[in-house]
């Protein structure tokens, strides 16, 4: 039923920091990447960060322009476990955020095959 499994999600202010966690149900990562995505209130589902399945020592990622500088996304294969972690926060960030498994990563949704139900992220101004 569930794939992926998001928490971490809550209310902060603006200017704040959160720190999302990605897991997946009942196995462990595959090699495929993962990504970071975001639905607001009547707005699409838009691309976050992703990371590379890459090895123990080393992964390659990628930040949307809205989340570059301040946004970091990491793997801990002791934990497994990935990461988003979220700083100087801004109202806009606010959404449901989703984690997603692929093949090949990428910005489109499509390239994903594992999802989870999404974690909640409010930002107050």
């Known amino acids: 039923q569930v794939q992926l499994v998001e928490s971490g999600g809550g209310l902060v202010q603006a200017g704040g920091s959160l720190r999302l966690s990605c897991a997946p149900s009942g196995r462990t990562f595959t090699s495929y990447a993962v990504g970071w995505f975001r639905q607001a209130p009547g707005q699409e589902r838009t691309f976050v960060a992703a990371i590379s399945g890459g090895s123990y020592y080393e992964h390659s990622t990628y930040y949307s322009d809205s989340v570059k500088g301040r946004f970091t996304i990491s793997r801990d294969n002791a934990k497994n476990t990935v990461y988003l972690q979220m700083n100087s926060l801004k109202p806009e960030d606010t959404a449901v955020y989703y984690c997603?498994?692929?093949?090949?990563?990428?910005?489109?949704?499509?390239?994903?095959?594992?999802w989870g139900q999404g974690t909640q992220v409010t930002v107050s101004s």
């Open positions: 997603a498994e692929g093949p090949n990563g990428g910005v489109a949704d499509l390239n994903y095959d594992y």
